[in-house]
């Protein structure tokens, strides 16, 4: 049964992750619970598919309030997802695009790319860096092991970031196969970079605990007391972030 063997594959993939890149997520902690603790925020990024990670840890029902989701509409599949692929090869786009946020040294910038060969995604973490952030990549090796890079410096994302955490799906992502059916099938790589991404989160909110500090974070608007909970929290950080 085909839906069995994608949770054996799932279940395979996540322990390889939490197994091997525990130090990673810790780093990339590390430099978030910085960010939060110095009143700042953690950017995150990603093309396609890629913004729903994005979107997992930001304005959401136990998550970090100081995540800046750079949800840009040019790399979303939304009016037309052919776009989304053509824009994220465009070189000198999403580093310009980040000069109309609020950024600071202080800031940690997650980058989200499976393969970490766009140029989209390689502009935007030499950006960060030059700014100073920390800049954290989730990207696959296998898959980035088996492509070039679509950016003139020949960089892939895992070159630049200073944590790169290897998200364990196979290159092209497709987990699955049949008989008589060419194209491999189902990919892993949103299971297993949701995992890592409230991983991160868990992480961070320890550390800043650890620190003495006690991080801001979303209750559910559908709890009676939500609204007023997170309306404080919108008021404090809406300047930093932008989409509140």
């Known amino acids: 049964m085909k839906y069995l063997e994608y949770y054996g594959v799932i279940k ?4 390889a992750q939490f197994e091997q890149e525990g130090a990673n997520i810790e780093k990339a902690a590390e430099y978030c619970a910085a960010s939060v603790s110095s009143g700042r925020v953690i950017h995150v990024f990603g093309c396609g598919h890629s913004q729903m990670f994005a979107m997992e ?19 979303a599949l939304f009016p037309k997802a052919k776009l989304s692929t053509l824009q994220e090869r465009v070189e000198g786009f999403a580093d310009r695009y980040l000069s109309l946020e609020d950024v600071d040294a202080r800031d940690t910038m997650i980058i989200v790319s499976i393969s970490g060969r766009n140029a989209a995604v390689v502009d935007m973490a030499l950006e960060a860096k030059r700014i100073g952030m920390k800049v954290i990549g989730l990207v696959s090796k296998q898959f980035a092991g088996s492509t070039t890079s679509r950016h003139s410096s020949g960089k892939n994302l895992m070159d630049v970031a200073d944590v ?4 364990k799906c196979v290159s092209g992502d497709a987990a699955l196969e049949i008989e008589g059916l060419e194209p491999h099938f189902c990919g892993t790589s949103t299971v297993l970079g949701m995992s890592i991404m ?9 550390n800043c605990m650890k620190a003495g500090y006690e991080p ?11 609204d007023a909970i997170n309306d404080k929290h919108i008021k404090n950080y809406s300047k930093l972030i932008t989409c509140l």
Not at 198 to 206: F, L, N, P, R
Request: overall charge negative; proline content about 6%.
């Open 57 to 75: 840890v930001f304005y959401r029902a136990g998550g970090l309030v100081p995540v800046n989701a750079l949800l840009i509409p040019h790399l």
């Open 12 to 15: 395979d993939q996540l322990e």
């Open 198 to 206: 409230e991983s991160i989160i868990a992480q961070t909110v320890e």
């Open 164 to 167: 790169v955490i290897d998200v």
């Open 216 to 226: 801001p974070i979303y209750v559910s608007s559908n709890l009676d007391k939500g």
